[in-house]
Every structure is written in C-alpha cells, then in structure tokens.
C-alpha cells in the first residue's frame, strides 16, 4: 500500500480539475465522520 499511494498521488495531481472532482466527489459523498453520538457526512 504505501508504495501505491505516491503513485496514486502523483496522477491525480496530473489531472484537471474537472477529472478530478468527477472521482473524488462521489467518494467523498458517501463517507460519513462520527461526531459524537451522530454520523455527519463529511461532502454534500
């Protein structure tokens, strides 16, 4: 894992902005962070 994540990184700061929010926003619209007792969705 760690030797994958650098590549990873590194590609996805070669990609525009729009290819870049067309992954990363639906990723991020489905994880929830635990705030005290009540899970709030970290993106809307």
């Given at each position: 894992?760690?030797?994958?994540?650098?590549?990873?990184?590194?590609?996805?700061?070669?990609?525009?902005?729009?290819?870049?929010?067309?992954?990363?926003?639906?990723?991020?619209?489905v994880v929830s962070c635990k705030?005290?007792?009540?899970w709030t969705p970290i993106f809307?």
């Amino acid at each position: 894992m760690a030797a994958v994540l650098p590549v990873m990184a590194n590609s996805i700061a070669q990609m525009s902005d729009e290819d870049c929010n067309a992954i990363l926003r639906p990723c991020l619209a489905v994880v929830s962070c635990k705030n005290a007792k009540t899970w709030t969705p970290i993106f809307r």
